[in-house]
Nanobody, 121 residues
Framework: QVQLVESGGGLVQSGGSLRLSCAAS????????MGWYRQAPGKQRELVAR???????NYADSVKGRFTISRDNAKNTVYLQMISLKPEDTGVYYC???????????????WGQGTQVTVSS
């Protein structure tokens, strides 16, 4: 089992910055992709950014140039640096990882509990 603990959410004014962190713990063997998703009220959860174990990144068009995803493989931690925040960035941000347990060839999907980001106008 893998546990994910997120931190760094909060209330910020439009144009402000926040940095989210997500630390994975437990019986960790190999984490492949780490990512951040968000869900605004009344909307579906959407991908914000993802990063592979090799460092390849993908971003939603709406956050390109403003958000940066990074990871520390030694700490099993993924970060999301958010600048120039807009009210439409408001939502619950969830951490997601793909993990391959010891002795398995399968990847298992894990989600964090979510952290609220609120951007006021």
């Amino acid at each position: 089992q893998v546990q994910l603990v997120e931190s760094g959410g909060g209330l910020v004014q439009s144009g402000g910055s926040l940095r989210l962190s997500c630390a994975a713990s437990g019986r960790i063997n190999s984490i492949n992709v780490m990512g951040w998703y968000r869900q605004a009220p009344g909307k579906q959860r959407e991908l914000v950014a993802r990063i592979t174990s090799g460092g390849t990144t993908n971003y939603a068009d709406s956050v390109k140039g403003r958000f940066t995803i990074s990871r520390d493989n030694a700490k099993n931690t993924v970060y999301l640096q958010m600048i120039s925040l807009k009210p439409e960035d408001t939502g619950v941000y969830y951490c997601n990882v793909d993990h391959k347990p010891w002795g398995s060839s399968r990847l298992y999907d894990y989600w964090g509990q979510g952290t609220q980001v609120t951007v006021s106008s």
